[in-house]
């Protein structure tokens, strides 16, 4: 019984206090912040532009590559530039749900959950295949 007081209080004493995750979560620095720009820009502005300057058919076709494309581009930069990280996914969906219910129908919503899986599985993939000096 005093050998498992005493593992119990060595393991409250080694937990101790609020644990220190910055050594394990470096925080991003202001260079490697310009994916959530271009995510911004791609979906918010890119858009108006598009139904401005194009077609109404040709608009349509190039906000699908820009729903597909823009995803798999964006997730692989972030995580070369930083690493792949769930946040970044869903803040580019958030990006392009405010986009679609400004600039398309009401039940286009769902595009930004496919947006969100896309820019994830291109941001671990790429995250996996860059080198060990930048992880």
Same mark, same amino acid.
């Given at each position: 019984?005093?050998?498992?007081?005493?593992?119990?209080?060595?393991?409250?004493?080694?937990?101790?206090?609020?644990?220190?995750?910055?050594?394990?979560?470096?925080?991003?620095?202001?260079?490697?912040?310009?994916?959530?720009? =271009?995510?911004?820009?791609?979906?918010?502005?890119?858009?108006?532009?598009l139904g401005t300057l194009a077609a109404p058919a040709t608009a349509t076709v190039?906000?699908? =590559?820009?729903?597909?494309?823009?995803?798999? $581009?964006?997730?692989?930069?972030?995580? $070369?530039?930083?690493?792949?990280?769930?946040?970044?996914? $869903?803040?580019?969906?958030?990006?392009?749900?405010?986009?679609?219910?400004?600039?398309?129908?009401?039940?286009?919503?769902?595009?930004?959950?496919?947006? =969100?899986?896309?820019?994830?599985?291109?941001?671990?993939?790429?995250?996996?295949?860059?080198?060990?000096?930048?992880?």
């Amino acid at each position: 019984m005093a050998e498992t007081s005493t593992e119990h209080s060595r393991t409250e004493g080694e937990q101790g206090g609020a644990e220190d995750t910055s050594s394990s979560e470096p925080e991003r620095a202001g260079s490697q912040a310009w994916p959530y720009a =271009v995510a911004a820009l791609l979906y918010l502005v890119l858009p108006l532009l598009l139904g401005t300057l194009a077609a109404p058919a040709t608009a349509t076709v190039l906000l699908l =590559v820009v729903l597909i494309g823009g995803p798999l $581009v964006l997730g692989a930069l972030d995580a $070369v530039v930083y690493r792949p990280a769930w946040t970044f996914a $869903v803040l580019t969906g958030l990006f392009a749900l405010v986009g679609l219910w400004i600039y398309t129908n009401p039940g286009t919503w769902i595009y930004a959950i496919g947006v =969100v899986l896309l820019t994830r599985l291109s941001g671990a993939i790429a995250g996996a295949l860059r080198p060990a000096r930048n992880r």
